[in-house]
């Protein structure tokens, strides 16, 4: 028998396969699965959930990013959109809430009352919810404008798509 | 209110005709008043005063519309006692409201309750007692209205420092007074509600 070279195919079978193979990271699936489906809580307190309404409806219409889902089960939901004003006897609850959904979650701070507390500047007002739980992005505006909701979104979209599932830690300490 | 329900009501006493019940009482004009007739009474005088007018049968004032707590604290050129409750009170009988105003010191901040004769003045007086801190003595269930349960101080007097944030650890289950009611109607409480202690709040306040 004379000696017959191995065909080129052989030595790299994908040659052959054309793009029927896509390569990826986990991390890339992952995140675009996560960043194209958010489903938001509302914790609407005040005039902001007005704005966030008008985010959801059909002029804005947020289903163009995939947040159309509104839950009104934190266990349900992923992603946590403060809205309004949050008093210190309103604290606990929202942080229930919060220690109520499931990981992975983001936190979108509305408005000046949820960011910084507005111009409520009194003995009963949290100063900022990130007082009480960690806070992915805020969103300036009293009350900020449905396009700033959407901004608020892609941005988030954004975040997600750069985040490593195995760095990824669990803020507050979740039980 | 439809016009024709309001010409029903009688037109109503005159302010000097009001002084002129009050007067026997100790009630004393407030040079202030700009808007109505308010009256200043001394706290002993307080409970016959507001039954000489809502029994009365040319007054009539079936309805207490607050009790408003006051702080003289910052106010300008003020000589007189540091605190003072005011009582706006009308009428759906004859066309009339009038003002009574008790002034206390600080020392001695209260004035007797009026919740046996006005329902409306039970969460008026907590309200009052929680956000300035005056006592409405023989008040049934004297405790706060609007601040949770482990708020210490009485934010709306002067000196109280606003920017003081009180954290609140647990839950307010804030329906004690519903249980009463519904074991009342022979309800029976099956789970009674706790406060719920929170988890330990964020990493950046840990980290304090």
Request: with cysteine; proline share 6%; hydrophobic share 40%.
């Given at each position: 028998?004379t000696?017959?070279?191995?065909?080129?195919?052989a030595?790299?079978?994908?040659?052959n396969?054309?793009?029927?193979?896509?390569?990826?990271?986990?991390?890339?699936?992952?995140?675009?699965?996560r960043?194209?489906?958010?489903?938001?809580?509302?914790f609407?307190?005040?005039?902001?959930?007005?704005?966030?309404?008008?985010?959801?409806?059909?002029?804005?219409?947020?289903?163009?990013?995939?947040?159309?889902?509104?839950?009104?089960?934190?266990?349900?939901?992923?992603?946590?959109?403060?809205?309004?004003?949050?008093?210190?006897?309103?604290?606990?609850?929202?942080?229930?809430?919060?220690d109520?959904?499931?990981?992975?979650?983001?936190?979108?701070?509305?408005?000046?009352?949820?960011?910084?507390?507005?111009?409520?500047?009194?003995?009963?007002?949290?100063?900022?919810?990130?007082?009480?739980?960690?806070?992915?992005?805020?969103?300036?505006?009293c009350?900020?404008?449905?396009?700033?909701?959407?901004?608020?979104?892609?941005?988030?979209?954004?975040?997600?798509?750069?985040?490593?599932?195995?760095?990824?830690?669990?803020?507050?300490?979740?039980a | 209110?439809?016009?024709?329900?309001?010409?029903?009501?009688?037109?109503?006493?005159?302010?000097?005709?009001?002084?002129?019940?009050?007067?026997?009482?100790?009630?004393?004009?407030?040079?202030?008043?700009?808007?109505?007739l308010?009256?200043?009474?001394?706290?002993?005088?307080?409970?016959?005063?507001?039954?000489?007018?809502?029994?009365?049968?040319?007054?009539?004032?079936?309805?207490?519309?607050?009790?408003?707590?006051?702080?003289?604290?910052?106010?300008?050129?003020?000589r007189?006692?540091?605190?003072?409750v005011?009582y706006?009170?009308?009428?759906?009988?004859?066309?009339?409201?009038?003002?009574?105003?008790?002034?206390?010191?600080?020392?001695?901040?209260?004035?007797?309750?009026?919740?046996?004769?006005?329902?409306?003045?039970?969460?008026?007086?907590?309200?009052?007692?929680?956000?300035v801190?005056?006592?409405?003595?023989?008040?049934?269930?004297?405790?706060?209205?609007?601040?949770?349960?482990?708020?210490?101080?009485?934010?709306?007097?002067?000196?109280?420092?606003?920017?003081?944030?009180?954290?609140?650890?647990?839950?307010?289950?804030?329906?004690?007074?519903?249980?009463?009611?519904?074991?009342?109607?022979?309800?029976?409480?099956?789970?009674?509600?706790?406060?719920?202690?929170?988890?330990?709040?964020?990493?950046?306040?840990?980290?304090?």
């Amino acid at each position: 028998m004379t000696y017959q070279p191995v065909p080129a195919a052989a030595a790299a079978p994908e040659v052959n396969l054309g793009d029927a193979f896509v390569t990826t990271t986990v991390d890339a699936v992952v995140n675009w699965g996560r960043r194209n489906s958010l489903w938001p809580f509302p914790f609407g307190t005040a005039c902001c959930a007005i704005e966030f309404m008008g985010m959801v409806s059909s002029v804005f219409d947020v289903s163009r990013f995939g947040a159309e889902l509104v839950r009104f089960s934190p266990r349900q939901a992923d992603l946590l959109i403060i809205a309004g004003t949050v008093t210190y006897k309103q604290a606990p609850v929202l942080r229930r809430i919060y220690d109520q959904m499931l990981e992975p979650k983001w936190v979108i701070s509305a408005g000046a009352c949820a960011t910084s507390g507005g111009f409520y500047d009194c003995y009963c007002t949290v100063p900022g919810i990130d007082e009480i739980i960690p806070v992915d992005i805020y969103i300036a505006g009293c009350p900020p404008r449905p396009e700033a909701f959407l901004e608020a979104i892609v941005q988030l979209q954004k975040k997600i798509d750069h985040e490593n599932r195995r760095e990824r830690v669990t803020i507050g300490g979740a039980a | 209110m439809s016009a024709v329900a309001y010409d029903a009501i009688k037109p109503g006493l005159s302010a000097d005709e009001l002084l002129a019940v009050l007067a026997p009482l100790g009630g004393v004009r407030d040079a202030a008043d700009a808007w109505g007739l308010t009256v200043r009474v001394p706290r002993e005088r307080l409970r016959d005063a507001v039954l000489a007018l809502r029994d009365g049968a040319t007054t009539r004032f079936d309805q207490l519309l607050d009790v408003a707590g006051i702080d003289y604290l910052s106010y300008p050129d003020w000589r007189g006692e540091r605190f003072a409750v005011s009582y706006p009170m009308k009428s759906t009988v004859f066309r009339h409201r009038v003002t009574l105003k008790v002034l206390i010191d600080e020392d001695d901040a209260n004035v007797p309750s009026l919740h046996d004769l006005y329902a409306s003045a039970n969460w008026a007086e907590r309200e009052c007692w929680d956000q300035v801190g005056i006592v409405f003595t023989g008040h049934p269930n004297l405790k706060r209205l609007l601040n949770h349960h482990e708020f210490v101080g009485h934010p709306l007097r002067k000196d109280y420092p606003c920017q003081k944030r009180q954290k609140l650890s647990v839950n307010d289950p804030m329906v004690d007074q519903l249980e009463a009611k519904l074991v009342s109607l022979g309800y029976t409480i099956v789970e009674k509600a706790t406060a719920s202690a929170g988890s330990p709040l964020t990493v950046k306040e840990a980290a304090k």
